[in-house]
């Protein structure tokens, strides 16, 4: 079984809302990832973590705080989006984020920010 | 740094001819290779990777990619292509020790009847 999955699918939210994305795996990974997609574009790396603790972050707003609750979950917080972080929020995981396998991505939460 | 170049933003192929996808990467070192493929409002599926190995790699729905270290390619191949094909396409790059992957910008491919 190679699944990811993401609650909720979508998402609207106003701009002093606080919501939370959720990702779960039972596949054994050690590494969990949040990705943000915009349309037409390829997906921006992030948070990664691995073995449950924070080890990339790639520089992203505050207003986005995630959590890793236990191997199997990620999480993550939005706090005072802007209508610019609309966008579809992917979750990944691989077996060992140190060795480069390969990254498994849920289907995605549709983040409107109105 | 890495890099990944999908040269195409488009490419449109009639249904059951074959298909190639080109991918270039820029990495100082062996890299971790991977192609996806994205329907619309879906996640991403993991068609095929290379890491070392053989360089012509076999992937799901009858994909295969060739690695070819002296012109820093990874081109994926279909030899007859399906109305259900049709889908954008990522390569990416990843480098041991690193957490990260570098995906390219993308080729949408469409299917002509």
């Known amino acids: 079984d190679t699944e990811v999955t993401q609650t909720p699918k979508h998402l609207v939210m106003g701009m002093t809302n606080k919501k939370s994305l959720k990702c779960e795996q039972h596949m054994g990974h050690r590494a969990m990832y949040w990705y943000k997609q915009k349309a037409k574009k390829p997906p921006e790396l992030m948070f990664v973590?691995?073995?449950?603790?924070?080890?990339i972050n790639e520089s992203v707003p505050s207003r986005f705080s995630p959590e890793c609750p236990n191997s199997s979950l990620l999480n993550l917080h939005l706090h005072a989006l802007q209508p610019e972080d609309s966008a579809l929020y992917l979750c990944?995981?691989?077996?060992?984020?140190?060795?480069?396998?390969?990254?498994?991505f849920g289907p995605g939460t549709r983040l409107t920010v109105t | 740094a890495q890099s990944v170049t999908q040269p195409d933003i488009h490419i449109t192929v009639s249904e059951g001819a074959s298909l190639e996808l080109r991918c270039n990467y820029s990495y100082g070192a062996t890299p971790y290779l991977f192609w996806y493929v994205q329907s619309p409002g879906q996640g991403l599926q993991l068609l095929l990777k290379y890491f070392s190995g053989d360089t012509l790699v076999q992937g799901i729905k009858g994909f295969e990619a060739e690695f070819k270290r002296s012109q820093s390619s990874f081109n994926l191949r279909k030899p007859s292509v399906h109305w259900s094909d049709a889908a954008e396409y990522f390569c990416a790059v990843g480098a041991r020790g690193f957490q990260k992957l570098v995906f390219g910008t993308g080729t949408r491919l469409l299917v002509s009847p």
């Open positions: 990944a995981s691989s077996q060992d984020g140190i060795s480069g396998y390969e990254q498994y």
């Open positions: 973590y691995s073995y449950e603790k924070l080890s």
